[in-house]
Nanobody, 123 residues
Framework: QVQLVESGGGLVQAGGSLRLSCAAS????????MAWFRQAPGKEREFVGY????????YYADSVKGRFAISRDNAKNTVYLQMNSLKPEDAAIYYC????????????????WGQGTQVTVSS
């Protein structure tokens, strides 16, 4: 069993930065793939990026590549999403999710989810 709790969301001006955190409980955290998704009002949940269990591999959606970075600290059971050069279109609820192995970017591939944290970007 894995429980995920996101934090760090808030209001930021366009061009600014935020760092989201996802704290996990459960002994299987360090062996799982962690991902970030986001969902804006009226839109489907969208894949943002993922990080492998070791932290050695990351993959990002084209919309955030070069601006966002995912990292993890398995000793702290925490994964991070550093968001730079934020745009109004980045505004959404951001979720972290966990999968035992990487099976793709669809939300269906992830078995544990946090409750989400709101990111608002003003223009």
């Amino acid at each position: 069993q894995v429980q995920l709790v996101e934090s760090g969301g808030g209001l930021v001006q366009a061009g600014g930065s935020l760092r989201l955190s996802c704290a996990a409980s459960g002994r299987t955290f360090s062996t799982g793939v962690m991902a970030w998704f986001r969902q804006a009002p009226g839109k489907e949940r969208e894949f943002v990026g993922y990080i492998s269990w070791s932290g050695g591999n990351t993959y990002y959606a084209d919309s955030v590549k070069g601006r966002f970075a995912i990292s993890r600290d398995n000793a702290k059971n925490t994964v991070y999403l550093q968001m730079n050069s934020l745009k109004p279109e980045d505004a959404a609820i951001y979720y972290c999710a966990r999968a035992r192995i990487f099976r793709g970017t669809t939300p269906l591939a992830y078995d544990y989810w946090g409750q989400g944290t709101q990111v608002t970007v003003s223009s």
